[in-house]
Structures are given as structure tokens and as C-alpha cells.
């Protein structure tokens, strides 16, 4: 059986640096407070419980002088305020991307644009977004939110959560350049979730079957395994090598591995391991 690997697959940049600036904070503080789960990974953040992670819903849940970690999709201005109350040290994981796109919502709403913001309002980088601009900005995830605009005159400004799709995005500025007579446009888009999804795609079609390894709580994962099956290619989605169905492999002679972009390094290599072991070797009472 051979194997091949998506490419590019698994930790995107931002997501990476978190985890190892988290690593480093654990290694030197024993105890360090995440606001919110760090990694969208239950094996992941059941290894960093281990080193000493604390995952905290509210900012407030941090001890007065604790060590307090941001995570890759960045918070609020307010969440910060609150730490520094408390005199926490912060860890600050904000992925260089999603601080870009913040920065670029704060300038506009600085120029005097109405901003609109291309995403998920329920998602953890919308908020932080939103919740740094003092006026209200507007929250689309399609075109045909838009709305109607009653002022003719007024100046808008776009920009998109990291992990919006182009073509949504791309609607959306289409869209609302013909209804404001000034439209200023920051794509803030990060191209590491459009290329692990394209690197997935192409996989499907060379291959007799997938493994997607990845939280089932991880919704870039779950976006995986639907474009495999989209695809055709049986698709097997597991969080773990222990997971494997050595039946679902019988008679497939080629496999393609794909993991979510919370899915971290050691558990990739775990499964490729396990592959690599003749399947005699792993079948019951063997
Ligand atoms: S998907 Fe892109 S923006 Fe989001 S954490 Fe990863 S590298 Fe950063």
C-alpha cells in the first residue's frame, strides 16, 4: 500500500506559532491560562493540560498576576483591558494575519468608513474584530445580506475574517460597490485554508481512499472530509491512529492523508507510523 500525503496539509503558520509561543510560556510558568480552547484538537489540548494549560471561558477566570494566553484568532481590546486589570502576563498568540486584518478594521473605521466585515458573526476573530471599532460595524456572510443602503453618499470600507472564501468575499465587494458612492477594499484573506482545501481536492482524484486525521469539534477538518467525499473517494475521518479501520484499507492500494489545520505534527506522524506497519501485524490477536 503506498501512501501519500496532502501537501501543503495539517498546522497553518498562525496556528503553529501559537502552539509554540504557548509551549515556551508553559515551559517557563508552569501554569499559563488560555481564553478559550487554543487549538480546536482534543489530543492536543489534553497533551497541553498536561504541561499545565488552564482553558478559561472569560478573562476574569485568570488569577490576579497569572499567565494569560491569547489565541491564534485574537480577542478583543476589552479581553486585554481586563488582563492588564488583573496584572496577568499576557502571552499574546494573535496570528500576524488576523492582527493585520484587525488593524485594517480600526483604520478604516479611523478614515470615517462604515466598515463591513465579510464572515461568521459567532466566530472568535469576527468579535475581536468588531469589538475594537467604537461605531458598529456591519457583519455580512453573503452578498444578499447587504441589505439595502439608505445613504447614497456614504463610504465604505470591506474587509474579510482570515478564513472567508474569495468568492464570497469577491461577491460581497461586487455587491456593495454598486449600492455606496465610495467603496475602499482590504482583502484580508489568508490563503492557508484555500490551499490545504485545493491540496485535498486534488488528492481525492489520485488515490483509492482518504484518511483525514482532525478534531471532530474542528470545522477546517469536517470541511476536508466533505470535499474528499465531494470527490468520490472514500473518505475516513479519525481524531487518532488508534482509530483506524484496518477493514475500510483492505483493497486499496493507494491511501491519501489529509489533516485539518489544527490537527498538530506528532499526531500525522503517529498514523503514517501505524500505516507504514504491515497490516498482518496490527490485525486482532496478531
Ligand atoms: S488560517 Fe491563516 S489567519 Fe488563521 S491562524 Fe492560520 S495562518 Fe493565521
Redesign the pocket.
Known amino acids: 500500500m503506498k501512501l501519500r500525503l496532502a501537501d501543503p496539509t495539517g498546522l ?4 503553529r506559532r ?1 502552539i509554540e509561543a504557548l509551549e515556551a510560556a508553559l515551559a517557563e510558568h508552569g501554569t499559563v491560562y488560555a481564553l478559550g480552547s487554543p487549538i480546536h484538537n482534543p489530543q492536543e489540548v489534553a497533551r497541553l493540560i498536561g504541561l499545565g494549560l488552564v482553558v478559561v471561558d472569560d478573562a476574569d477566570e485568570v488569577p490576579q498576576g497569572g499567565v494569560a494566553f491569547i489565541r ?2 485574537g480577542v478583543g481590546p476589552g479581553a486585554v483591558e481586563r488582563l492588564q486589570g488583573r496584572s496577568a502576563v499576557i502571552v499574546d498568540g494573535t ?4 492582527r493585520r486584518a484587525q488593524e485594517r478594521a480600526s483604520h478604516l473605521e479611523a478614515e470615517g468608513y462604515q466598515v463591513f466585515l465579510v464572515g461568521d458573526r459567532d466566530h472568535p ?1 469576527v468579535q475581536g474584530i468588531t469589538a475594537r471599532l467604537g461605531r458598529s460595524a456591519r457583519v455580512v456572510g453573503r452578498s444578499d445580506e447587504i441589505g439595502e443602503i439608505d445613504d447614497p453618499g456614504l463610504r465604505a470600507g470591506v474587509l474579510s475574517q ?2 472567508q472564501k474569495a468568492e464570497v468575499f469577491a461577491g460581497v465587494v461586487a455587491d456593495l460597490c454598486l449600492k455606496v458612492s465610495e467603496l475602499k477594499v482590504f482583502n484580508t484573506i ?1 490563503n ?2 484555500a490551499e490545504r482545501q485545493n491540496a485535498v481536492r486534488q488528492l481525492a482524484r489520485q488515490v483509492d481512499g482518504i484518511i483525514v486525521i482532525g478534531g471532530k469539534n474542528s470545522a477546517n477538518t469536517r470541511k476536508l472530509v466533505e470535499i474528499s467525499r465531494s470527490q468520490g473517494a472514500p473518505t475516513l475521518w479519525i481524531e487518532k491512529s488508534e482509530e483506524l479501520d484496518w477493514r475500510w484499507l483492505e483493497g486499496k492500494l493507494q491511501i491519501g492523508v489529509a489533516a485539518g ?1 489544527s490537527t498538530p505534527d506528532w499526531l500525522i506522524k503517529k498514523l503514517i507510523t501505524t500505516l507504514a506497519i504491515p497490516q498482518v501485524a496490527k490485525g486482532e490477536g496478531n
Open positions: 497553518c503558520f498562525g496556528v501559537a491564534a484568532h496570528c500576524p494575519f488576523v476573530e482570515t478564513t489568508c492557508a485554508t489545520a
